[in-house]
T-cell receptor, first 111, second 113 residues
Framework: RKEVEQDPGPFNVPEGATVAFNCTYS??????FFWYRQDCRKEPKLLMS???SGNEDGRFTAQLNRASQYISLLIRDSKLSDSATYLC????????????FGRGTSLIVHP | DADVTQTPRNRITKTGKRIMLECSQT?????MYWYRQDPGLGLRLIYY???????NKGEISDGYSVSRQAQAKFSLSLESAIPNQTALYFC????????????FGPGTRLTVL
């Protein structure tokens, strides 16, 4: 089992739709979790951190389920500009705090 | 000005050539990382450094070497480039700690013919 797994997609949705992505991780002792956004051939940029209590930022909601070892990202009212690849990042346990990236989930929002 | 810069942005080279990719940061972070990204494979860690002269191998370090001579600079070398090292390379920095963000450079697109 890979350390961090994501469905590569693509998820092809119309504007205004709600879409959700999951990311599973294998190490139950993983410490921190993030969602990054990557536009085509550009650098990844932090979208949001994922807290144990869940967190929301506008149309975006991230949740953590430690029992089942997955994190999720929900995007409501999708915009054309949301089209991108969404990368799940898990921080390995231990003092080195090494980030491990999932392969990413591609989202295409169409008119 | 960008906080994390990479040079060159694009490079085409031939098999067997030595190549150096440079990364500089103005964020004052101690931790720096080199990743490569291939289609469908996500970002894979090549090397990382927690301080000047501190070097650690990542998951795919074979065929690469790095140098951290100053806090703000972290260079990646391909001693003898081969075609399967054709990829998009990213440098990143972050502070120490579990819940902190990584900041990426704009990437270097390397093609080895």
């Amino acid at each position: 089992r890979k350390e961090v797994e994501q469905d590569p997609g693509p998820f092809n949705v119309p504007e205004g739709a709600t879409v959700a992505f999951n990311c599973t991780y294998s190490n139950s002792a993983s410490q921190s979790f993030f969602w990054y956004r990557q536009d085509c051939r550009k650098e990844p940029k932090l979208l949001m951190s994922v807290y144990s209590s869940g967190n929301e930022d506008g149309r975006f909601t991230a949740q953590l389920n430690r029992a089942s070892q997955y994190i999720s990202l929900l995007i409501r009212d999708s915009k054309l500009s949301d089209s991108a690849t969404y990368l799940c990042v898990v921080i390995r346990p231990g003092g080195s705090y090494i980030p491990t990236f999932g392969r990413g989930t591609s989202l295409i929002v169409h008119p | 000005d960008a906080d994390v810069t990479q040079t060159p942005r694009n490079r085409i080279t031939k098999t067997g050539k030595r190549i150096m990719l440079e990364c500089s940061q103005t964020k004052g972070h101690d931790r720096m990382y080199w990743y490569r990204q291939d289609p469908g494979l996500g970002l894979r860690l090549i090397y990382y450094s927690f301080d000047v002269k501190d070097i650690n191998k990542g998951e795919i370090s074979d065929g690469y070497s790095v140098s951290r001579q100053a806090q703000a600079k972290f260079s990646l070398s391909l001693e003898s480039a081969i075609p399967n090292q054709t990829a998009l390379y990213f440098c990143a920095t972050r502070e120490a700690g579990a819940g902190v963000e990584q900041f990426f450079g704009p990437g270097t697109r390397l093609t080895v013919l």
